[in-house]
C-alpha cells in the first residue's frame, strides 16, 4: 500500500504480558515517529527515528518501553509486562526528510492497545 | 511546559461556518497545525501556520494566530457533512516533536 500500515489494528492483552506492535513507513521516507493517544486526550510523542541517527527516546513513559528501528524500514514499539494504563491507540507516522518533518508527516490507523 | 488546549466538542448545521478554538502556553512554538481525523482513518494534516503569521487561507480554511494571547483557530467555510471529524491543534518547538491537544469533536448536523 501506499500509506503508514500498522498492525495489529486492535490488540487486547492481559496484564503482565509482552505486546509487540510494528509499524511499517511509506517507502523512502526517513523519519518514523511513534506516538500514544489516550482516551479523551492528544498524543503523546514516544520516540523518533532519523536515518541512521541515535533515536529521540525522551517521550518513552517507561523502562517497559523500548523501539527499534531497521534502516529506514520497519519499527517496532515493545511494550513489556503491560500496565492497564498502557491501553490506548498508538500512532505511528513518518515523512520524508528531516527538517520538513511536521508539515509532512503521514500518519497511519494506529494500534488500539487494550490492557485487561 | 508543552500544554494544549482546546474545546470538546462543536455542533454545527450544515452549510455554516465552523470555529474551532485552541489555546497554547509556549511562546517559543516555531509551527502550529491542524490535524484531521477521520472514523478509522489515520491522522491527516490540514494545515499550518507560521508562527511569524497571523492568518493562513486555503480554500475553505481560515488559519488565525494570536501570538499574544497564545490562541489559534480554524474556521471552515460552509460545513459540509463531511467536515465531521476529530480536528487536533498541534504546536512543534523543533523539526519532529509535536505536543497535541485533546481533539475537538465536530459534528455536522442536516
Known amino acids: 500500500g501506499a500509506g503508514v500500515s500498522q498492525s495489529p489494528s486492535n490488540k487486547v492483552t492481559e496484564k503482565g504480558k509482552d505486546v509487540e506492535l510494528r509499524c511499517d513507513p511509506i517507502s523512502g521516507h526517513t523519519a518514523l515517529y511513534w506516538y500514544r493517544q489516550r482516551l479523551g486526550q492528544g498524543l503523546e510523542f514516544l520516540i523518533y527515528?532519523?536515518?541512521?541517527?541515535?533515536?529521540?527516546k525522551s517521550g518513552l513513559p517507561s523502562d517497559r518501553f523500548s523501539a527499534e528501528r531497521t534502516g529506514e524500514s520497519v519499527s517496532t514499539l515493545t511494550i513489556q509486562r503491560t500496565q492497564q494504563e498502557d491501553s490506548a491507540v498508538y500512532l505511528c507516522?513518518?515523512?520524508?526528510?528531516?527538517?520538513?518533518?511536521?508539515?509532512?508527516?503521514?500518519f497511519g490507523q494506529g494500534t488500539r492497545l487494550t490492557v485487561v | 511546559g508543552e500544554d494544549v488546549e482546546q474545546s470538546l466538542f462543536l455542533s454545527v448545521r450544515e452549510g455554516d461556518s465552523s470555529v474551532i478554538n485552541c489555546t497554547y502556553t509556549d511562546s517559543s512554538s516555531t509551527y502550529l497545525y491542524w490535524y484531521k481525523q477521520e472514523p478509522g482513518a489515520g491522522l491527516q494534516l490540514l494545515t499550518y501556520?507560521?508562527?511569524?503569521?497571523d492568518m493562513k487561507q486555503d480554500q475553505r480554511l481560515t488559519v488565525l494566530l494570536n501570538k499574544k494571547d497564545k490562541h489559534l483557530s480554524l474556521r471552515i467555510a460552509d460545513t459540509q457533512t463531511g467536515d465531521s471529524a476529530i480536528y487536533f491543534c498541534a504546536e512543534s518547538f523543533n523539526d519532529y516533536k509535536l505536543s497535541f491537544g485533546a481533539g475537538t469533536t465536530v459534528t455536522v448536523r442536516a
Open positions: 527515528f532519523q536515518g541512521n541517527s541515535a533515536p529521540d
Open positions: 507516522a513518518s515523512s520524508p526528510y528531516p527538517g520538513t518533518a511536521n508539515t509532512e508527516a503521514f
Open positions: 501556520i507560521f508562527s511569524n503569521m
